[in-house]
């Protein structure tokens, strides 16, 4: 049975894009191959150090954690897919418990979301600026589009470094789909020194490029930081 390395499994509501308000079971998983201007869980970016725990053992708990009101399994991580043979045998399992699966991903990997996409009820992927990431992803995450198609739910985080040709070739990428997914505009926290939040011109601005071309925009901020919930 494949072991994972866990950072943490709480229960708490979703914080962003459209199932904001939902009660979710958090299940973090450690270990990120990139170093976003904005990430905002660091501790889970090394899988070293973090618990090894099997596919029952993590289900067991997130059964427990669940109880009987909640329904939905946010994976997330850092990146959860850099962990997919773990993720093959575990949500098959939880789908059989009854449970939505909501995957929280960097859109990075699309020959690893391939082998689990049949278990995924809403797959919410991060599209990764040049200007946050250092890298160039854009032919990783139009494959991995493909593969998600209409259980995507697309986001990209807006800094105050991002620019608007960034954003004109977010929208371009969406755009090339026969049905765009939705795509949620996210308004960086401020993580000083290392993510500024944009100015209100920017926002506007982003909106503007996004609306033009994409049937489904939202400007949307981390809810659960307004909160203050986990």
């Not at 029952?56 to 997330?76: E, L, M, N, P, Y």
């Amino acid at each position: 049975m494949k072991e994972g390395f866990v950072s943490e499994i709480f229960e708490s509501v979703q914080g962003e894009g459209p199932y904001a308000g939902e009660r979710q079971v958090f299940l973090r998983l450690a270990g990120c191959p990139l170093r976003c201007n904005y990430c905002d869980t660091p501790g889970s970016l090394v899988a070293k150090g973090h618990e090894r725990a099997t596919v029952d053992d993590i289900h067991r708990r997130v059964v427990k954690v669940a109880g009987q009101r909640v329904k939905t399994v946010s994976v997330t991580g850092g990146e959860p897919l850099t962990q997919h043979r773990l993720l093959v045998e575990l949500l098959p399992k939880l789908r059989r418990s009854g449970f939505r699966i909501h995957l929280e991903t960097a859109g990075i990997y699309p020959e690893r979301l391939s082998e689990i996409i049949d278990f995924c009820d809403v797959v919410s992927m991060d599209i990764k600026l040049p200007s946050a990431t250092g890298k160039q992803l854009w032919t990783e995450h139009r494959k991995f589009l493909a593969v998600a198609g209409d259980k995507t739910v697309a986001k990209v985080v807006l800094e105050k470094r991002s620019t608007g040709a960034e954003i004109s070739a977010v929208v371009k990428l969406l755009a090339e789909r026969k049905t765009p997914p939705l795509l949620v505009i996210q308004p960086a926290t401020p993580i000083p020194p290392r993510a500024e939040a944009p100015s209100a011109d920017q926002v506007a601005d982003a909106y503007e490029r996004a609306n033009a071309r994409l049937e489904r925009v939202l400007v949307m901020p981390q809810q659960h930081k307004i909160w203050n919930v986990p």
